[in-house]
């Protein structure tokens, strides 16, 4: 017989409702409402209206636990959903090990990556409220193409803030971004008042997505017909990932196991919640707990070094005040190839239940992750992105531990999306140029000194 290796659903297995786990929240683990940027007095609905349609700013603040996905949004998710659930039977063999490795293949996307199945439902949402255009950001240029070709399905013009290192860094994203027919400046830019300040002070600045972040709200406010779309770190970006974790139940059912430990990487906390919230949610409503394990650059360790506390979302005080595990606003990590990671902050929701200790964190090297990723791509075929190889960094060492101790534990983890625009940062690593930025320890404390 013939061993099984890849889980598939059907069709009509696509979730219909997103999964939101506001409602599962047990006493004592609340949310802290987000705060205006200039009177720190909590948000209103429609403070928010300039910058979102009204539909997602009530999935913003929504306790429902199902939130039904709209028809014409779950049409195109059937384009590339649901995704594959696989077993790495061949890396568990090259690691010798006894433990039992999934790994949920969100690369299969027009984009590459999760991303895609919060910007169809934006660029749906925008689109029914008659919006033209969207301002947004992107660090690795991952969300910048999601939207760009959502903002094509849609008929909606999409403005993209890249950060100046992923700019320099990976030009192909930039072009696969204007073949989607959007428009893509460096960031820090000359097109914005906070751009065009932080290089008369820092010329040479990388950027970072806090920066980017200000110039696309900035943009957004300043024009009528321009609303701004985030690809991580709100609650309905967290809401709309869930179709990953959804699809992963029905898919580890259909192995005949259940995980022991569920991992993700972690830049805003979106793929990890779109694979963990529905697992954890089970445990909330009184099922077994799972080992749930957050994964993030050292460059940029929100979540295991930052301080859980009110700060801004942005680095020019545009964007909302949220309560996070933040590394201060104006914390600009080291260029790591990982780009979608380099971000000060990490969503309010995952950071409420790392505080209460319902998920854990850890922090890794660039270069254990490329070592991790490429001893993936060779046993298992596809090259992983650098973002993703910080969740297969952590799954190949829970999987060492269990050699060690001989548990044969189930792993899952989410292969958030393929490293196809990434290969300079093989090529990097590869040629021994790679090189591990030290723990930024001073430059967190400066930050945080000035945070909130
Ligand atoms: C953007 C991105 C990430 C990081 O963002 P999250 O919101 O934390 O998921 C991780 N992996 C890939 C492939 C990405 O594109």
Known sequence: MVERTRFMLDEEKIPRFWYNIAADLPAGVEQSPPLHPMT?????????????????????????????????????????RPSPLVRARRLEKALDTPAHIYFKYEGLSPAGSHKPNTAIAQAFYNKE???????TETGAGQWGSALAAAGAMFGIEVKVYMVRASYNQKPYRRILMETYGASVVASPSMDTESGRAILAQHPDSP?????????????????????????????????????????SILQMEMAGEEPDVIIACA??????????????????????????????????????????????????????????YTLGHDFVPEPIHAGGLRYHGMSPLVSLLKHHNLIEARSVHQIPCFQAGVLFARNEGILPAPESTH??????????????????????????????????????????????????????????????
């Open 267 to 324: 830049g805003g906390g979106s793929n990890f919640a779109g694979l963990a919230f529905p697992w954890v949610g089970r445990t909330l409503r009184g099922g077994r707990k799972y080992q749930v394990i957050a994964v993030e650059p050292l460059a940029a360790p929100s979540l295991t070094r930052g301080k859980y506390m009110y700060d801004y979302g942005d680095t020019a005080k545009m964007a909302p005040v949220a309560k996070m």
């Open 207 to 247: 950027g970072s997505l806090g920066i980017a972040i200000s110039e696309a709200v900035e943009d957004t406010m300043k024009r009528d017909d321009t609303h701004y779309s985030l690809g991580s770190v709100l609650n309905h970006v967290m809401l709309h990932q869930t179709v990953i974790g959804e699809e």
């Open 129 to 135: 409220e008659g919006i033209k255009r969207i301002a």
């Open 391 to 452: 969740a297969i960094r952590a799954a190949i060492d829970v999987a060492l531990d269990c050699k060690a101790s001989g548990e044969a534990k189930v792993i899952l983890f989410n292969l958030s999306g393929h490293g196809h625009f990434d290969l300079s940062a093989y090529e990097a690593y590869l040629s021994g140029k790679l090189e591990d930025y030290e723990y930024p320890a001073k430059e967190i404390k400066e930050a945080l000194a000035h945070a909130g």
């Open 40 to 80: 720190h007095q909590p948000l209103t609905p429609p403070d928010l209206a300039p910058l979102f349609p009204m539909a997602l700013i009530m999935q913003e603040v929504s306790t429902e636990r199902e939130i039904e996905i709209p028809g014409p949004v779950r049409d195109i998710y059937t384009t590339f």
